[in-house]
C-alpha cells in the first residue's frame, strides 16, 4: 500500500484526535492507526471516523485495550472487534484489523473472521518483547499468519518500539536497524513501518510560563536508518504518537493545565501554563500563549496547517480560548502537517 514516504500516527480514539486527522490539508501519504480506547463503546472510531476520514482511504484500528480473556474463540461473533468491524461495513469504510503475537484466542479469532469477511488483509503491531528471541520472533510471525489465514503480502507489519523519550538518536537508530535486522520476510510483507514515541510522559517536571523543548529523538533515529540503512534490507516507513505518550492517559478528573504542544522540525515545544480552575485567567491564559508563538521563530505560519490558523486566530482577535480538546486538536493537527511536510521533502535516493 505505501512506503516510506509515507506516516502511520498512531492516535488515541478521543475526541479530539478525530477531527485533528480530518483537517489534514491532503489524507494522501498518511494512514493513521486509532486505538480503541477503554471508556469508548467498541465501534465509537469507525463512528467518529465516518464523518472525519474518506471512506475509500484505509486506516488502522487496533482494539488492544479491549482484548479480554473471557471471550473464547466460539464467542468471537459478540467480541469488540467484530462489534467494531461491523460499524465498519456499515460505514462502507476501509479498515484493516491490527493485532499482535500475544493477544488472546478469542482476539484472534475474530480478527480471522474479519480478514475472511472483508478479503483486505490484517496489521501484526510488534512490540519490544517479540524481539528477545529471533527464532521465536519467526515462529510466532508464521503461526499468526497461518492462524488468521492470510499470506505474508496481505500484511502490514508494525514494529512499535512505545517510549524512545529517554533515548539518544543513535541509540532509537540502532534499536530500529537491530528489530529490522531480524524480521522474517523483510521483503514479502504489504508494508513495513517502525513507531515509536519521544513525547514525555508528563508535564510535571517543566518549567511554567516558558517555552519548554524536548528533542524528537524518534524522527532523528528514523532519519538516520533511512539516509543509513546499512543493509537492512527495506526502508521502513516512520510512524509516531504525535504530541503523546504511549501510554494511557490517567483515568479520573485530571488537572486540565493551559497548555500548547508544538512541533518543531527538531524539537517538541510545550508551554505549561497554570490550573484552569484556580488561576485568575482561567482558559484565557491560552491567548497569550498563541500570541506568545507567533512571533517566534519556529512558528509555521497561519497558512501552514488548520492548527497553526486557529493558534493564529486566538493570539490576534482573542474571540475563544477554546479548552483541553481545542488545543491537543490544535497541537495534533500541527504535528501531523509537519511531519508530512518533512517526510515529502525528504532528499531523494
Not at 469488540?80 to 479498515?95: L, T, Y
Not at 479469532?109 to 503491531?125: D, L, M, P, S
Not at 510466532?140 to 497461518?146: D, F
Not at 492462524?147 to 543513535?170: E, K, Q, R
Request: charged share 25%; net charge negative.
Amino acid at each position: 500500500m505505501f512506503d516510506h514516504r509515507h506516516y502511520v500516527p498512531v492516535l488515541k480514539g478521543k475526541r479530539a484526535e478525530f477531527p485533528a486527522v480530518q483537517h489534514v490539508q491532503s489524507h494522501e501519504h498518511i494512514t493513521p492507526l486509532f486505538e480503541a480506547i477503554p471508556t469508548q463503546k467498541a465501534d465509537y472510531v469507525p463512528a467518529r471516523m465516518s464523518s472525519f476520514w474518506d471512506n475509500d482511504r484505509p486506516y488502522f484500528i487496533d482494539l488492544l485495550f479491549l482484548d479480554d480473556e473471557s471471550f473464547e474463540e466460539a464467542d468471537s461473533d459478540s467480541h469488540p472487534i467484530r462489534i467494531c468491524f461491523h460499524e465498519v461495513q456499515e460505514k462502507g469504510q476501509f479498515a484493516i484489523p491490527v493485532t499482535g503475537t500475544a493477544r488472546s484466542p478469542g482476539y484472534q479469532a475474530a480478527v480471522a473472521a474479519i480478514v475472511a469477511e472483508q478479503q483486505r488483509g490484517f496489521a501484526i503491531r510488534l512490540v519490544p518483547e517479540d524481539f528477545e528471541d529471533e527464532d521465536e520472533l519467526g515462529d510466532a510471525l508464521e503461526a499468526l499468519v497461518e492462524l488468521i489465514g492470510a499470506s505474508h503480502t496481505d500484511v502490514d507489519v508494525v514494529i512499535d518500539a512505545d517510549t524512545v523519550a529517554s533515548m539518544s538518536t543513535a541509540a532509537v537508530a540502532q534499536m530500529h536497524r537491530a528489530n529490522i535486522a531480524i524480521l522474517p520476510h523483510i521483503e514479502q510483507w504489504r508494508t513495513l513501518t517502525v513507531v515509536a514515541g519521544a513525547f514525555p510522559m508528563s508535564l510535571s517536571p517543566l518549567t511554567r510560563d516558558m517555552w519548554n523543548s524536548e528533542t524528537r529523538v524518534d524522527w532523528h533515529g528514523w532519519r538516520r536508518v533511512i539516509e543509513r540503512p546499512r543493509g537492512i534490507g527495506r526502508l521502513p516507513t516512520y510512524g509516531d504518537y504525535t504530541i503523546a505518550h504511549p501510554d494511557l492517559p490517567p483515568t479520573g478528573r485530571a488537572t486540565i493545565l493551559a497548555q500548547l504542544r508544538y512541533t518543531s522540525p527538531d524539537e517538541f515545544l510545550i508551554w505549561k501554563g497554570h490550573n484552569v480552575f484556580t488561576h485568575a485567567d482561567k482558559f484565557t491564559q491560552f491567548f497569550d500563549i498563541c500570541a506568545d508563538l507567533i512571533q517566534m521563530p519556529e512558528y509555521a505560519g497561519q497558512a501552514f496547517s488548520h492548527g497553526d490558523a486557529e493558534i493564529y486566530e486566538k493570539a490576534t482577535t482573542r474571540d475563544s480560548p477554546g479548552n483541553a480538546e481545542t488545543w491537543r486538536k490544535i497541537g495534533t493537527n500541527h504535528h501531523i502537517e509537519t511531519v508530512k511536510d518533512q517526510i515529502a521533502n525528504l532528499p531523494s535516493a
